[in-house]
């Protein structure tokens, strides 16, 4: 992957990212909230108008009403405006966001709730995963449907699950919640860029037994990646991104088993 | 939870399932897709007829182009019709759906496409329960954006975490490949039942600092989860539920600690 890419693979590579659309079946392409579903992005790029609380409130009702495991509703959620989150974190919501939402996993409430469930640290925090994640894109798709714009954050900033320790400490959280990401919305302002390149279908879908992924078809992909850094975010490397992902999970990995497993 | 239900509290948390309608803000009660997704439902009735496959390719490509954490897209579907299942698990959908997908978390395709991933263990298996279930939850909003019904699974009938050494048998799944949940979609046999009772949005949000539930509330939650099931599922009992559910966490929790940490 730190090989040098060729102007060839690099553009080749472009042209594949720019055709990478949404596949949608001509047939249900005029349905209109499937294209608000298929075309939603990760917006890095805000402007200042404020989100009216109204509108804050019924993204804040689709995380309330998602679904999870015999409805036990393990999440609970931080909620800050912009003066909100200068006030406690001392600097502007990443990507000056006006609205975040930190999502937080939550077996300490079910269990002041139900004192009857056995100790099963690992499947908890699963679970309680899992749950807090169908809110969270419940969440994410209710504001594309109301014309908000987000972006869920597990790393940037010290928002989310890396930096467990400084949210649990921030948050005041108890044993039994822990901060999975930040999502930080406010109005596009600018049109979506094109969709990061995603893998085919037939590459991530199978009936009857598992297949491993087609080797070209991975190395592709991670030339997409590759490409796609350089032309959206110069300066920036795809490389480079993972690099930093992958310098902080020894750290994090120590907290979330202690966390866990109490060792 | 055990205790014996007064009528009066019967009657009472009845009432209050039937008034827990999603809370719409007026102002944005005629955004359709909004509506969609408050109004979704966990179905668990189907017809029997078919879903079209472009309907269908399109709740898959809800999940192929969800959000993840630096777009690694770290799931698998498993996609199946019903005749499909059947010669699978030789049993119905359950639930007699017409199509289903089982979601994995898939960290050993990524593994192939980037051999630079340190060892975290916890970090990558909590990562990957979380992309998984966003592409879930998209999958599950972009069908009921298309007019088909679904409900995720992780229990019942052998289809999620809670019997992942049996999934992982019979998908011939590698390590690093984990069975969550399994959606089962089709046309909803009748009207969309009253919505489960949540609890309430002061109880699971916070700003600044966590602060933990009110006990009166949470009391008043377990009634209504009780009551809601002694009413919609008569014979069975949500005390039973948990206790089934409780049931399976030890055996679970022995397997799932064996394939994240090898021992």
């Given at each position: 992957m730190n090989r040098r890419m060729s102007v060839g693979t690099f553009a080749k590579s472009l042209y594949r990212i720019l055709k990478g659309k949404p596949h949608i079946p001509p047939s249900v392409k005029d349905n209109a909230l499937l294209q608000t579903i298929l075309q939603r992005r990760s917006v890095r790029r805000f402007t200042e108008e404020p989100i009216p609380d109204d509108v804050f409130d019924a993204i804040l009702e689709a995380g309330r009403v998602a679904p999870s495991t015999v409805n036990l509703q393990t999440w609970s959620f931080a909620v800050f405006d912009s003066d909100q989150w200068r006030a406690k974190?001392?600097?502007?919501i990443p990507f000056r966001g006006v609205r975040a939402v930190i999502i937080l996993t939550d077996t300490f409430r079910l269990r002041q709730a139900m004192?009857?469930?056995?100790?099963?640290p690992l499947i908890d925090h699963t679970v309680g995963v899992m749950n807090a994640s169908l809110a969270a894109m419940n969440m994410n798709i209710a504001a594309e449907a109301l014309g908000v714009s987000s972006v869920m954050l597990s790393e940037t900033g010290r928002t989310g699950l890396l930096d467990m320790d400084f949210l649990i400490e921030k948050l005041g959280l108890p044993e039994g919640v822990i901060p999975l990401m930040t999502i930080v919305f406010g109005y596009a302002k600018s049109a979506y860029p094109p969709m990061p390149p995603r893998l085919p279908m037939n590459q991530i879908t199978f009936t009857d037994m598992y297949s491993p992924a087609d080797q070209t078809v991975l190395h592709d992909w991670v030339d997409q990646m590759e490409a796609g850094y350089k032309a959206m975010r110069p300066g920036s490397s795809f490389a480079r991104q993972v690099e930093v992902y992958c310098g902080k999970l020894g750290e994090a990995e120590k907290q979330l088993q202690k966390l866990i497993f109490h060792k």
């Open positions: 974190f001392e600097h502007f004192d009857v469930f056995p100790y099963s």
